[in-house]
């Protein structure tokens, strides 16, 4: 490593002067009430505290001030990389002292795929810089720091990072983003409130246009997707609160990501119908579960490519018999793949997506259902009595633009790209994803 980074905006972005820096982030923090429970990772805004402060010192409440490391990704702006930078210095300072950069969670990152040392990256970032009043002021002294701007990457890279650094333990997790950027307050506010509430659905990609830290939330979603965890919005707002310019105006949002609401019995059931059908033997007893009725897809996956893909669209039968069955049938009877061999179930990541009921879209033309599609959100029927198709909420992530996930979806159904037969009738629905890793098992 390198000698301590130097504040690159202190005097700008917040206080030089570090009586009135802790004066002022003490006062942000002491406006917002102690959480009932803490939370490992949260979202919160980047700009300069007088804009954004007050509304990052709510996710920088919900951290427990006992916590002995804390990972930040932020977005670059000042020099554009397509990888994930480390710091490669031995600490990062401010007005209020250094904070040591934690080794053993750099060598832990270092080897994954994307990560680099770039210290140019840091030199004038402010993404993450700014974050460091905020932990200096809440957490104990003596936690130490893994610093990461994110550049261009994939949200698979950023998810595993994220997922290593979490299971390391004793970690905090914050993802440094601002929202929408220099529209009137009235655009930013219908764009931001979309936004957050992809967040909040766990869907997306998100593009730059929406959120300047696009990537590292990207890679989050991906990641609290795989976990089950469920998102919650802590405060939002933008500069013109606290300016009163409307015309121009930055979007901010704090929010934190728990592991609630999961139910682990689902993918079990996915997991050991599957076991069975390959005939390997599976230790302990099944999970009872509740004899409700409802639909599922089963997904597989082996190095993050498909291998067998199965679902029902109506609720006609136990969601428990339907997630078995379609687990099944994804495993050996997906007309695309041939069988998954025992062999491979080892490395086989299992994804099952309980769906609502699907609901009619009020649309007669394909521009219609284009403008009334929410991306990252929306499952897909298309049927016109012949032919018939579906995506899950999950194939946003392969093709998010409306345009290009209808015409893809329409060549799943046997049409072709400009065709729309008149008695088409469009459906839409959504997916709760339960996720286990095969490094989860």
């Known amino acids: 490593m390198t000698p301590i980074r130097p504040p690159a905006v202190a005097g700008s972005f917040y206080p030089a002067d570090p009586e009135k820096l802790a004066a002022s982030v003490d006062e942000m923090l002491a406006q917002v009430p102690a959480?009932?429970?803490?939370?490992?990772?949260?979202?919160?805004?980047?700009?300069?505290?007088?804009?954004?402060?007050?509304?990052?010192?709510?996710?920088?409440?919900?951290?427990?001030?006992?916590?002995?490391?804390?990972?930040?990704?932020?977005?670059?702006?000042?020099?554009?990389?397509?990888?994930?930078?480390?710091?490669?210095?031995?600490?990062?300072?401010?007005?209020?002292?250094?904070?040591?950069?934690?080794?053993?969670?750099?060598?832990?990152?270092?080897?994954?795929?994307?990560?680099v040392e770039a210290p140019v990256v840091h030199a004038q970032e402010h993404s993450i810089e700014v974050h460091i009043p905020f932990l200096q002021r809440h957490l104990e002294p003596g936690f130490t720091l893994l610093p990461i701007?994110?550049?261009?990457?994939?949200?698979?890279?950023?998810?595993?990072?994220?997922?290593?650094?979490?299971?390391?333990?004793?970690?905090?997790?914050?993802?440094?983003?601002?929202?929408?950027?220099?529209?009137?307050d009235e655009s930013a506010r219908h764009k931001d409130a979309y936004t957050i509430a992809q967040i909040l659905s766990l869907a997306g990609p998100l593009d730059g246009y929406q959120a300047c830290g696009a990537y590292p939330i990207n890679g989050l979603v991906r990641f609290a997707r795989g976990r089950a965890m469920t998102a919650e919005i802590l405060a939002a707002g933008n500069s013109a609160d606290v300016s009163g310019d409307t015309s121009r105006v930055v979007g901010y949002a704090s929010l934190r990501f728990d592991s609630d609401g999961t139910d682990p019995r689902l993918v079990d059931i996915a997991y050991r119908a599957i076991a069975d059908e390959l005939g390997i033997d599976v230790p302990g007893s099944p999970p009872e579960m509740p004899e409700e009725v409802g639909s599922s897809f089963v997904t597989l996956t082996i190095d993050g490519k498909l291998r067998g893909c199965i679902g029902n669209l109506r609720a006609d039968r136990p969601l428990a018999t339907d997630i078995s069955e379609n687990a099944r049938?994804?495993?050996?009877?997906?007309?695309?793949?041939?069988?998954?061999?025992?062999?491979?179930?080892?490395?086989t990541d299992i994804e099952v997506s309980v769906l609502s009921t699907p609901e009619p879209m009020p649309a007669t033309t394909r521009a219609e259902v284009i403008a009334q599609l929410r991306p990252g959100i929306d499952g897909v029927i298309l049927d016109d009595g012949v032919h018939r198709a579906t995506f899950l909420p999950q194939v946003w992530e392969q093709l998010p633009e409306p345009n290009q996930f209808l015409t893809h979806l329409l060549a799943k159904a046997g049409l072709e790209a400009d065709e729309w037969p008149e008695d088409m009738r469009v459906s839409t629905y959504t997916a709760t994803p339960h996720i286990r890793r095969a490094n989860q098992r």
């Open 35 to 115: 959480p009932k429970n803490f939370s490992r990772i949260v979202i919160a805004p980047h700009a300069g505290h007088m804009y954004s402060g007050q509304l990052a010192a709510h996710a920088y409440r919900q951290l427990d001030p006992a916590t002995r490391r804390v990972a930040v990704l932020g977005p670059t702006h000042r020099v554009g990389i397509a990888a994930m930078a480390l710091t490669g210095a031995d600490g990062l300072a401010t007005p209020l002292g250094t904070i040591d950069v934690d080794v053993e969670l750099t060598e832990l990152v270092s080897g994954l795929a994307d990560v």
């Open 149 to 184: 701007a994110v550049g261009s990457c994939s949200a698979e890279s950023v998810a595993a990072v994220i997922d290593a650094v979490y299971d390391a333990g004793d970690t905090a997790i914050v993802i440094s983003s601002d929202l929408s950027h220099f529209l009137t």
């Open 329 to 347: 049938a994804a495993a050996t009877r997906d007309p695309r793949f041939p069988p998954l061999r025992p062999e491979e179930f080892a490395a």
